[in-house]
Every structure is written in C-alpha cells, then in structure tokens.
C-alpha cells in the first residue's frame, strides 16, 4: 500500500485526494523538450565552425581573401558558370590594389585556384547559417525547446548573422587603398567566430546535462576558468595579428628572436601602444611568450577538473604541448602553409576542450 493508501480512515476524503495529487508527476516536468537533441545538433553546428576556422586559414594563407570583391548574401551562393562570368569576375579582381602589387599577370586558371578557397570559405558560412536557423525555427515550432534557452539560442543566431557582415567588413578594406586586408578587422572576424564556437559548445553542455537530469541547472564560469579562458582568447588574438601582418616570418628561429630574446631596433624610438598590434615583431614576440602565461592559466584550469572531467582535462594538457609544438614548428619551417593550418585546426581543438573544463569546473552540486 502507498503512503496515502495507508492513511487512517479518519482522514478526511479532501486529504487523501490532496496526499494523491502531491504524488502525480508535476506538471511543470511534462513538457515537450528534447534537450538531448538539440545537443546533438548543436555540437554538429560547432563542428562545421571548426571547418570554417580551418578553411579560413587556408583562405588567409593562400592569399585568396581578396578574390571574391562583391558581397551577394544570396545569389553569391552560386559561383561563375560560364567562361564569360569567370573573366568578368577575372577583370573585377584586377581593379583592386592587391592584383597590381602581387598578382600583375596572373593567368584565368591562376585565378580560379584563388577564387575556389574564398568561395569555399563564404559557402561555408551559409551553409553553417542555414545548419543553425532551419532546426532552430523546427525545435521551436515543436516546442521542444527547454525553457531559459530561447534567448540564448537566437543570441548565437544573431551573432552568426552579424559574423557575415564582419567577414564582408574584412574584405571590403582590402579592396580600395590596401592591397590586403586590414589585419585588425581579421582578428576581429577570428574571434567572433571562437566567441560562436565557445557559446555553441557551452550551450550543447548544458543541453547535455539537462538531459540527463530535469533538474539541472546550467553552468556558471568560475574565475579561474573566466582568467584561462580570457587568456585564451587574447592569446588566440594574436594569433590572428601574427597571420594578418605576416608576422610569422619576421623571424624563423626559436626561442631567440636571431640573436637576442627581443631584436635590437625592434621597437621604434618614441613607440607607442599601438605597436602592441601594428609592429609584426612586438605582434610576434608577444604571441611567442604570452602562449606560456596562457597555457599555465590552462593547466591550471585543467587540474582543477581533473576529477570532474577527466578526458577533458587531459586534452587540455595534451593540445596545449601540440600546440607550442605547432607554433614553433611555423616558425622553423617559414609559415609553411599544411604546418600553419594544423597550428590553427589545433587552436580551434584546444579551445573546445577547455570550454569543456571550464564546464566541468562550473557545474553546480547536486
């Protein structure tokens, strides 16, 4: 017998009813949520995001960026068919600085190499666009959406959309006075897209928790991960610096800068804050050593989630060394293009598995 049934038979009818009722499954846990599945789909997003760094990478190396001088959101989706669309959009890239700097003379087909990673890359971003609002507008109509996560889903969706306008704000200063792009503008675009992975993962977690238990809450950032992550993130910056103003071939030893930790003659007599971002050899110094102040931040974080999330604390560890591995290897081998997309696969890679620790840490106790 349960425990209303055991009641004694003074009690009222009311109560018993009243006892039975506290037994039913509360209407605020019926609900049509799937957040397991919105998950899954989330960590498919973040996934493609990772593509996209990769193919940018390669897009910024090969010096492909510029080929592409128009921005057609949609009808940009389909690429030259015939000869005669490929040597107009041919003749509008010889309007632009950067062909009379580097490529005077270059042939169709050498343009049509170029042309395919820029396409790629802006495929990419639709592609990602269309992954994200389609089963989004789908989970919402079926209101399988957990509540508390709408506004933070369309929060993502509105920062994808604002990242096409960025990427085309990128371009569009390399195409009248520059003969490349605006290295300050692609370090914003880089991290604009990190931002979107970080948040697209964090939100899958919770998703993934919630699925697990209804009354779980979502994570907070503690502020040792808030400092690693930061870190992180300025370091990733730099990154950014470092392939913007070419600054990876200022100097391909390591770990002295030719003959000195720091060049002679370096910093201009009368510098000032701005060659914090602008000098390619301050760009390269400080990406060389702020990588160790970030990666003990790291490891840090990391034995702080050593119980918690174990696989992932491990990754931390373990991408971080492949990482300064990578880095150095850039260098030593002149930003050798396979060598430098692998360095920022990696650095897309060590950034999922600390937002993962940081997750770990942040997690209330049941």
């Given amino acids: 017998?349960?425990?209303?049934?055991?009641?004694?038979?003074?009690?009222?009818?009311?109560?018993?009813?009243?006892?039975?009722?506290?037994l039913q499954p509360s209407p605020?846990?019926?609900?049509?949520?799937?957040?397991?599945?919105?998950?899954?789909?989330?960590?498919?997003?973040?996934?493609?995001?990772?593509?996209?760094?990769?193919?940018?990478?390669i897009t910024r190396l090969t010096e492909s960026g510029l080929s592409i001088t128009e921005w057609k959101p949609v009808t940009g989706a389909v690429p030259p068919l015939s000869e005669a669309e490929w040597r107009l959009a041919f003749e509008q890239y010889k309007q632009i600085p950067e062909y009379e700097?580097?490529?005077?003379?270059?042939?169709?087909?050498?343009?049509?190499a170029i042309y395919f990673w820029e396409y790629v890359h802006r495929l990419l971003g639709r592609v990602i666009g269309l992954a994200f609002a389609l089963p989004l507008a789908w989970f919402w109509i079926k209101r399988q959406i957990p509540a508390g996560y709408k506004p933070r889903l369309l929060a993502l969706l509105a920062l994808g959309g604002l990242q096409g306008a960025i990427g085309w704000w990128m371009v569009a200063s390399g195409l009248s006075v520059r003969t490349d792009v605006s290295h300050l503008r692609l370090t914003?675009?880089?991290?604009?897209?990190?931002?979107?992975?970080?948040?697209?993962?964090?939100t899958a977690l919770d998703l993934q928790r919630l699925g697990r238990d209804p009354l779980a809450s979502a994570a907070r950032l503690t502020p040792l991960a808030m400092v690693a992550l930061v870190l992180l993130f300025v370091q990733l910056g730099y990154g950014a610096l470092t392939a913007g103003l070419n600054a990876g071939h200022a100097f391909d030893s390591w770990p002295l800068m030719g003959d000195s930790l720091f060049p002679a003659g370096g910093l201009p007599a009368g510098a000032g804050g701005a060659e914090m971002v602008d000098n390619p050899v301050v760009v390269q110094f400080v990406h060389r050593w702020l990588a160790f102040i970030a990666g003990a931040a790291l490891l840090a974080l990391a034995w702080r989630a050593r119980q918690a999330m174990r696989p992932a604390?491990?990754?931390?560890?373990?991408?971080?060394?492949?990482?300064?591995?990578?880095?150095?290897?850039?260098?030593?081998?002149?930003v050798r293009i396979d060598v430098a997309v692998w360095h920022q696969l990696n650095a897309a890679l060590l950034l999922l598995a600390s937002v993962l620790t940081a997750h770990a840490v942040g997690r209330p106790r049941p």
């Fill in 1 to 22: 017998m349960g425990p209303c049934m055991s009641l004694p038979s003074l009690v009222k009818r009311g109560a018993r009813a009243t006892c039975l009722s506290m």
């Fill in 28 to 57: 605020k846990f019926m609900t049509q949520a799937r957040p397991l599945a919105l998950a899954r789909w989330l960590w498919v997003v973040a996934g493609l995001i990772v593509v996209m760094v990769v193919v940018g990478g």
């Fill in 188 to 202: 914003v675009h880089l991290l604009t897209a990190l931002v979107i992975l970080a948040g697209v993962a964090w």
């Fill in 313 to 334: 604390a491990l990754a931390v560890a373990g991408l971080l060394v492949l990482q300064i591995a990578l880095g150095v290897a850039t260098l030593w081998t002149g």
């Fill in 101 to 112: 700097a580097f490529n005077r003379g270059m042939t169709l087909a050498g343009f049509k």
